[in-house]
Every structure is written in C-alpha cells, then in structure tokens.
Nanobody, 119 residues
Framework: QVQLVESGGGLVQAGESLRLSCAAS????????MAWHRQAPGDQRELVAT???????NYADSVKGRFTISRDNAKNTVYLAMNRLKPGETAVYYC?????????????WGQGTQVTVSS
C-alpha cells in the first residue's frame, strides 16, 4: 500500500504565504503525476496544480503566478508554495499521486490539510 502524509496547512492573513508538503511512502516503484486539489465548504473539489515526473507543470488560472508546485523524486514528495493568498482560497487542500507500487497502479489521495486565509 501507499500512504500520503500532508503538512503545512494553517491560518494566515490575506497576502501571506504557506508551503504545503505531501510525502508518499510504502511499496512505491515509481510516481508519475502528482497534483494538488482543494475543496472549499459547499464546493466541489477543484484542481490547483499538477506536475509530471518530467517536471512539466500546469496550474489553474486562478493561481498562476502565485502558486508553485514542485517535487523531490528522491523523497517521493510534492510541494505547493502558495503566495499572496486570498480569503477565497480557504479550503482543505489534498494531494494526489498516481504511479506504480508493488501490487500495481495506484491513484492515492492524502487526508487533506486545512488552509484558512483571513481577510
């Protein structure tokens, strides 16, 4: 099995920054795509950013220029640096990892980390 552990959420004021981390562990063979999603209360989960194994990145239009996704393949970890946060970005942030482990393909989700942005 594969486990994802997220960290880095918290309470910040509008305009401040946070950095989220998500570390994957278990019988991992390789990780392909890694991504961050978020879900605000009453809303559907939305894609924030993705990064491929070859470090190609993609961002939601609303976060372009403010958020940066990165990864450390040696640590099976994905990061999300969030700058100039806005109150409307208060949400639970989830990491998602797709790849291969000892028993086959896996599409795993973290438990979520709360990000609260006050105005």
């Amino acid at each position: 099995q594969v486990q994802l552990v997220e960290s880095g959420g918290g309470l910040v004021q509008a305009g401040e920054s946070l950095r989220l981390s998500c570390a994957a562990s278990g019988s991992i063979r390789s990780i392909n795509d890694m991504a961050w999603h978020r879900q605000a209360p009453g809303d559907q989960r939305e894609l924030v950013a993705t990064i491929t194994r070859s470090v190609t990145t993609n961002y939601a239009d609303s976060v372009k220029g403010r958020f940066t996704i990165s990864r450390d393949n040696a640590k099976n970890t994905v990061y999300l640096a969030m700058n100039r946060l806005k109150p409307g970005e208060t949400a639970v942030y989830y990491c998602n990892v797709k790849g291969w482990y000892s028993a086959g393909f896996i599409d795993a989700w973290g438990q979520g980390t709360q990000v609260t942005v006050s105005s």
